[in-house]
């Protein structure tokens, strides 16, 4: 016979197994949307802005902040595994972009404007800087 707490740590492992599997094929359908948005706004678009990418992150963080402002306030209506699959499968798979404006805007929210700067302006920053760097070993290699 399994001691209780060995039972509950069981629980809790196959929990995180189910939200992983939830998390993945939401991540699945988001990274699918993202392609599908993207190859149709080019289509139907062709121009050298790539409006698709800027579609898909504008549209992405619209939902990640309205997704989690509704279900923060229903929590007992939306549960933990749906509010993981959906914002961070899909929407993480649709755009990491979303992500990066809702943390920055959650610090502005709570009174944390230089540490939402500094989220903001580094990530851009560093994330330029980061993409060249991989540009050139790129070319080197």
Not at 5 to 16: I, N, S
Not at 24 to 45: D, I, Q, S
């Amino acid at each position: 016979m399994r001691e209780p707490h060995c039972a509950d740590a069981a629980g809790v492992e196959m929990k995180l197994l189910v939200q992983c599997f939830w998390i993945g094929a939401a991540g699945f359908a988001g990274a699918l949307a993202r392609f599908g948005v993207g190859r149709l706004v080019g289509t139907l678009w062709g121009g050298q802005f790539p409006l698709g990418t800027f579609l898909i992150n504008v549209t992405g963080s619209f939902f990640l902040g309205w997704f989690y402002t509704f279900a923060e306030r229903r929590q007992t209506f939306v549960p933990e595994t749906v509010r993981l699959a959906i914002a961070t499968g899909f929407v993480g798979a649709y755009t990491t972009f979303s992500t990066w404006m809702y943390d920055s805007a959650d610090l502005m929210g709570k009174g944390a404007a230089l540490e939402a700067g500094t989220n903001l302006l580094g990530s851009l920053a560093t994330g330029l800087i980061a993409v060249w760097l991989g540009i050139v070993l790129g070319r080197a290699l």
